[in-house]
């Protein structure tokens, strides 16, 4: 799954990890609740 690749990729062992990363790197068109 395309998931399961960028968890790969940014070495992350959840889903908050994997978005907190795409975030970090200004992949996400939003912004995160946790701010």
């Known amino acids: 799954s ?3 690749a960028l968890m790969t990729l940014f ?3 959840s889903t908050i ?3 907190r ?3 970090r790197r ?3 068109p939003f912004q995160l609740a946790w701010h």
Request: glycine residues 6%; without cysteine.
């Open 2 to 4: 395309h998931r399961h």
């Open 11 to 13: 070495q992350a062992h």
């Open 17 to 19: 990890t994997l978005l």
């Open 21 to 23: 990363e795409a975030e």
């Open 26 to 28: 200004g992949m996400l």
